[in-house]
């Protein structure tokens, strides 16, 4: 269960009626990617929870203070301190059919100028995030930083221009009629549920709103497209439901199940047996969230937490990439440009084809058309040497740009490779669902130098499992994926034979993925969801679309000199999916 825009919608109804106007008392961190901002106003104090974890992201006010489990001080609590504390809070505001909401905070400074700072909540999964922008959109700080190895269309980093997270390349759902949502839900998968179809089709549509709206159609949550009949009846229940939100008519209500909530919404829940209605969606989203938040642990007792891992070992790789990155850019500036050198080399050829118009004393020597770029060649002359010797000088001096250049290219091109496998171990490491496959990228990234050396030495075996990739059956098809570099390396050249297909996300980072068919043919579906893993396990996990390569494998060969896992691969085809959600695939 998470928050959806329906659900950002009635909250930022709500926070506009509630809170806006009010001041900004205190703010404090009641867990590590969390806030808690009171606000005070003519309706008393209000606490605001703002949470960007992973698993229960969402923004809403609650009834009392949250807790402050410890003193904890982080960049972006002290720059909220700063910049938002004592300031007002004068809006609240949601991108269309988005799951983000944008609070607007002002402050009054001497004389007439006015100070404004924005926190854009971003409640969305896994990329969940809060991040703290200046009067002209620029981060000041977030609760997650995330790198361009990360994710290169959206660098969340200090000083960087903030980006709205790109919208889906869906149809908009306010807008279609009977005849587009048939054509769009057929086009998708005919044999599907409805609500699957829905959910692939439509801009905000969340799993839970999908299986109200096919429920009050047709009665049932799992109709399939094939047997839908009345698609009228699917736009007009579609229709309503955001009619409703854009007119800000909310009726939140909890679902349960016996004492246990289990859902929430801001609508009635009729396709649940055990639908009540709540105050308001904050409460709902209160009780909902203290209900199944809080009890259960976050991992099994005795084992560590993926989330604590992840975020350790994508430091030390983010960092690594940081330092490659200031290596490529000396080793760049100690290159001399091709046309200096080739000036050095003309120098000399027209100091021995001039020597006899050298005069004594002379200090300067002028060929009209004869610079690299068609211009005058201005050559430098030293009184003390002849024009003969100075030659000599100068094609000495190119000679030795020409070695040096030739050293610090393969530096270069070593440097950019190490990139390009840092890179990809922060894509496969993004997409990690256990511990052992966090240990095995940091592993990896250590026994090739790429980050240091831990003090503790890394277990023997990763976990449960000693090998670098994961196995899954599509319809009777064992399809494999990578879970780190070398995991890739062990798929494409150890596990696959010349004429399985072989899978990669389009130009971005990610895992190699192939299909065991022998040279067979493979169906559609089984080529989708396999594409669908490749996405998700990828630098562009979180597109709405993402173009994937595929070719037998036989037509991919590795990168002379790099890191395991770096290929060129050829006669490939593309296809465009949508990621698998969280990396898994419906067997």
């Not at 009626?17 to 005070?40: K, N, T």
């Not at 000599?392 to 000679?399: A, G, L, N, S, V």
Request: with cysteine.
């Amino acid at each position: 269960m998470y928050v959806d825009a329906l659900t950002l919608a009635a909250i930022r109804a709500e926070l506009t009626q509630r809170v806006v106007g009010s001041r900004v008392q205190r703010v404090h961190l009641p867990e590590p990617l969390g806030l808690a901002i009171q606000l005070y106003g003519s309706g008393g104090a209000h606490w605001l929870l703002c949470s960007a974890h992973p698993q229960h992201a969402r923004i809403h006010l609650v009834a009392d203070r949250p807790d402050r489990p410890s003193e904890a001080v982080t960049p972006l609590l002290l720059l909220l301190r700063k910049h938002v504390r004592g300031s007002r809070l004068v809006a609240v505001e949601q991108p269309l059919l988005e799951r983000v909401l944008r609070l607007r905070f002002q402050r009054h400074r001497s004389g007439a100028s006015v100070q404004t700072t924005d926190l854009v909540v971003e409640v969305m999964g896994r990329l969940s995030n809060l991040i703290l922008l200046d009067a002209e959109a620029v981060i000041l700080d977030s609760a997650k930083r995330v790198g361009p190895l990360i994710n290169r269309y959206r660098t969340v980093l200090p000083r960087h221009p903030y980006r709205p997270p790109p919208p889906q390349d869906k149809l908009d759902p306010r807008r279609l009629t009977a005849d587009e949502l048939r054509a769009a839900c057929r086009a998708a998968n005919t044999t599907a549920p409805l609500w699957r179809a829905l959910v692939g089709s439509l801009r905000a549509c969340s799993p839970l709103l999908a299986k109200e709206i096919v429920y009050r159609a047709t009665g049932s949550t799992e109709t399939p497209v094939a047997e839908t009949r009345d698609w009228s009846a699917v736009a007009a229940a579609l229709a309503d439901l955001f009619a409703a939100a854009a007119a800000g008519d909310s009726a939140p209500h909890l679902a349960y199940d016996g004492a246990t909530p289990v859902a929430f919404a801001p609508y009635r829940l009729t396709h649940y047996p055990d639908s009540r209605p709540v105050e308001s969606m904050s409460a709902a989203l209160e009780r909902f969230y203290a209900a199944v938040a809080t009890p259960a642990p976050a991992h099994p007792p005795g084992q560590p937490a993926v989330e604590p891992q992840r975020r350790t070992v994508q430091e030390a790789l983010t960092a690594a990439a940081d330092r490659l990155r200031n290596q490529e850019r000396s080793l760049q500036q100690a290159l001399l440009p091709a046309e200096e050198m080739e000036r050095l080399r003309l120098s000399g050829e027209w100091l021995l084809a001039l020597a006899h118009e050298v005069q004594p004393d002379q200090t300067v020597l002028r060929v009209a058309g004869a610079a690299p770029d068609g211009g005058e060649l201005t050559i430098s002359l030293d009184p003390a040497l002849a024009p003969p010797a100075l030659a000599q000088r100068y094609f000495h001096q190119y000679q030795r740009q020409q070695r040096g250049a030739k050293v610090v290219a393969a530096r270069l091109e070593q440097t950019r490779l190490r990139q390009q496998a840092l890179a990809e171990a922060l894509a496969l490491l993004d997409s990690a669902q256990s511990v052992a496959a966090v240990r095995r990228i940091a592993q990896e990234a250590q026994e090739e130098g790429l980050i240091p050396a831990t003090d503790r030495p890394p277990p023997r075996r990763p976990d449960n499992q000693a090998r670098g990739f994961d196995r899954h059956v599509i319809g009777g098809v064992e399809v494999l994926v990578g879970q780190s570099r070398r995991g890739n390396d062990q798929v494409t050249f150890r596990e696959a034979r010349p004429h399985d297909l072989w899978l990669h996300a389009r130009g971005v980072p990610g895992a190699h993925v192939v299909i065991r068919a022998s040279g067979s043919s493979v169906p559609d579906h089984v080529l989708q969801a396999a594409a669908a893993l490749a996405a998700a396990a990828s630098a562009a996990r979180h597109a709405a679309s993402v173009a994937v390569d595929y070719t037998q494998r036989r037509h991919v060969r590795r990168i002379k000199g790099a890191p395991p896992g770096l290929v060129t691969y050829r006669q490939e085809r593309t296809l465009h999916v949508t990621p698998a959600p969280d990396g898994t695939d419906s067997r």
